[in-house]
């Protein structure tokens, strides 16, 4: 089965700072690969996702995220983050064809004023 | 439009009890639907996962079970709670695309405690 890792458990940074957020996989075919976000109170929602083509994709509120099919990563960044992005975030696979979708253990991302 | 319906949002159960945790998915049909259980420091678990009426997929063996009776239904079950079943338990559902996954839509949660 597939598996995610991600390293940063809890990131604090202040406001305009960028912000990259690490996701690795572990599974040797082919893979879609998402980011899903959880704001304060709020339901889990997808924040972008990879399914094939241009390696680098971009999501809602200014984030965009970059697979690199050699690291088997799928990492997360914003150039300059806000207040309202502090939020926990989760990185997520699947493999092609499959309908069971494991999540990484999340980051916490605390954005100071 | 689509909406998940999960219930009850907590729910205190004494050891040894019998769980019943309902999810209903309206306006698709033929969805995928998930359980999954979140606990601070480990993500989200996938538990088990249905693409159709009667066909459940279990990834982690323990002392819970679902089943999925009508299309848009999605019931996870347990004979016997444990203590280490307490949790946030989310259903969500998503389409098919090209034969996986797409989009998870998730469920607002049922916080479970096993006293």
């Known amino acids: 089965a597939q598996s995610v890792s991600q390293h940063n458990h809890h990131v604090i940074l202040s406001e305009a700072a960028s912000l990259e957020l690490g996701c690795n996989y572990s599974?040797?075919?082919?893979?879609?690969l998402f980011w899903y976000v959880q704001y304060p109170g709020q339901h889990l929602q997808l924040l972008l996702k990879?399914?094939?083509?241009?390696?680098l994709v971009k999501g809602i509120k200014g984030f965009e995220a970059e697979f690199i099919k050699s690291k088997f990563s799928f990492n997360l960044r914003k150039p300059s983050v806000q207040w309202s992005d502090t939020a926990e975030y989760f990185c997520?696979?699947?493999?092609?064809?499959?309908?069971?979708?494991?999540f990484g253990t999340g980051t916490r991302l605390t954005v100071i004023p | 439009s689509q909406t998940i319906h999960q219930w009850p949002a907590t729910l205190v159960q004494p050891v040894g009890s019998p769980l019943s945790l309902e999810c209903t998915v309206e306006?698709?049909?033929?969805?995928?639907l998930y359980w999954y259980r979140q606990a601070a420091g480990r993500g989200l678990q996938l538990l088990f996962y249905?693409?159709?009426?009667?066909?459940i997929s279990s990834e982690v063996p323990q002392n819970l079970s679902a089943s999925r009776p009508q299309d848009r239904q999605f019931i996870l079950s347990s004979k016997k709670l444990l203590l280490s079943d307490s949790g946030f338990y989310l259903c969500?559902?998503?389409?098919?695309?090209?034969?996986?996954?797409?989009?998870?839509?998730f469920g607002s949660g049922t916080q479970l405690s096993v006293l």
């Open positions: 990879y399914f094939s083509g241009d390696p």
């Open positions: 997520a696979v699947n493999a092609l064809g499959a309908n069971n979708l494991f």
């Open positions: 599974y040797g075919g082919t893979v879609n």
């Open positions: 249905s693409v159709g009426i009667g066909q």
């Open positions: 306006g698709t049909s033929n969805p995928n």
């Open positions: 969500a559902w998503s389409r098919r695309y090209g034969g996986s996954a797409e989009k998870l839509f």
